[in-house]
């Protein structure tokens, strides 16, 4: 499988620059909560530099700050700026931008690190494949929101922004917004990390991984440490 003209948007904030996981914060602390975001980063970036590397698919850190974009964490991959607005305005414009560019775009977050390069193969061939089924691809998380959405179709702004994000119905009302401008597929659901309950789903997850990459290994060690202090806060 050839990917040359797809592209995969990791959605990142610099820490020092823009808050980083408050909400996990409160349940960890803000070291523990900042090792979290470092490590799932890690195992993200790596699941999509190796599906850049076997598919030349194009990899991309979409920063959150001008400033962040200058920062050492981001020097791995091509640097795209979110812009300004909420976060409808900036899927929209990384969206746009890539899209003149690259023939499908996948958006990630940076904090579902079991996302697998399986996942994102068979994601890129949703989107790529040469009958046309499909124009998206949308990723729903277990608390309403969602890690991953894919296109292959240029979207009017409205239709990001129009959606209720950092809600239950998040992920319904973007997949509503996607299905009036063509058919959408659905993958796995998966959790992403908001709050210290979160991560002992996490494990879960990560722990049913056949091939753990040595960055999604380095969390798994990192949860089994810290998921009994977990546990006892999260009773």
């Known amino acids: 499988m050839t990917c040359q003209n ?27 909560s900042a090792e979290f975001y470092r490590l799932s980063v890690a195992a993200i970036s790596a699941a999509v530099a190796t599906v850049a590397d076997s598919t030349g698919t194009t990899p991309y850190w979409a920063v959150a700050e001008e400033a962040g974009l200058y920062d050492p964490r981001w020097q791995e991959f091509s640097r795209i700026p979110q812009g300004s607005g909420g976060l409808g305005d900036r899927l929209h414009k990384v969206f746009n931008e890539l899209q003149s560019q690259h023939a499908a775009v996948i958006g990630i977050g940076a904090d579902s690190p079991q996302i697998t390069p399986a996942l994102l193969e068979s994601t890129l061939q949703v989107l790529l494949n040469s009958r046309g089924i499909y124009s998206h691809v949308l990723g729903r998380c277990y608390d309403g929101g969602f ?83 977990v546990s006892r806060k999260c009773k």
């Open 6 to 32: 797809a592209s995969i948007a990791i959605f990142v904030k610099t820490p020092g620059l823009s808050p980083i996981k408050t909400r996990l914060s409160v349940g960890i602390g803000r070291d523990s």
């Open 147 to 229: 890690y991953l959405v894919g296109s292959n179709s240029h979207l009017a702004k409205q239709t990001w922004t129009k959606i209720p994000y950092s809600t239950a119905t998040a992920a319904e009302s973007l997949a509503q917004s996607l299905r009036s401008s063509g058919q959408l597929k659905e993958i796995a659901s998966l959790t992403d990390v908001d709050t210290a309950e979160d991560l002992i789903t996490l494990k879960k997850e990560m722990l049913a991984i056949s091939k753990p990459s040595p960055e999604q290994l380095m969390l798994i060690g990192w949860l089994e440490r810290n998921i009994s202090q």
